[in-house]
């Protein structure tokens, strides 16, 4: 019976020449390389495709918007309200400096 270590390559194969690191570079970097590219190609191209989206007499910049906040431009009054939190009736504000300090 014949193991795995009875087997070999056939005698008449030629051993190759080996490879320089400029050669492997080549193969394994390049062809990489090249996945690479080719799935980013792919991934961009349906938006290459359209072009961008504005109108060429577009201006790009818009103001910020701000999400539930005051309505009307914020003064230096009125910023300064907006950090002071009002303490719920009946309580007093404590000294320390905040934190999460639940009560039940």
């Not at 087997?7 to 996945?35: K, R």
């Not at 690479?36 to 201006?59: E, F, W």
């Not at 431009?73 to 300090?101: F, K, N, Q, V, Y």
Request: glycine share 12%.
């Amino acid at each position: 019976m014949r193991t795995w270590s009875d087997l070999s390559a056939p005698v008449t194969w030629e051993d190759p020449d080996p490879m320089t690191a400029l050669e492997a570079l080549l193969v394994f970097g390049g062809g990489t390389l090249a996945v690479v590219t080719l799935i980013v190609l792919l991934v961009m191209a349906p938006s290459l495709a359209r072009g961008h989206g504005r109108r060429s007499n577009s201006d790009p910049w818009a103001e910020p918007l701000w999400f539930n906040g005051p309505t009307g431009a914020l003064d230096a009054d009125a910023s300064a309200g907006l950090r002071e939190l009002e303490e719920p009736a009946g309580r007093t504000p404590e000294p320390s400096g905040g934190g999460a300090g639940a009560r039940w």
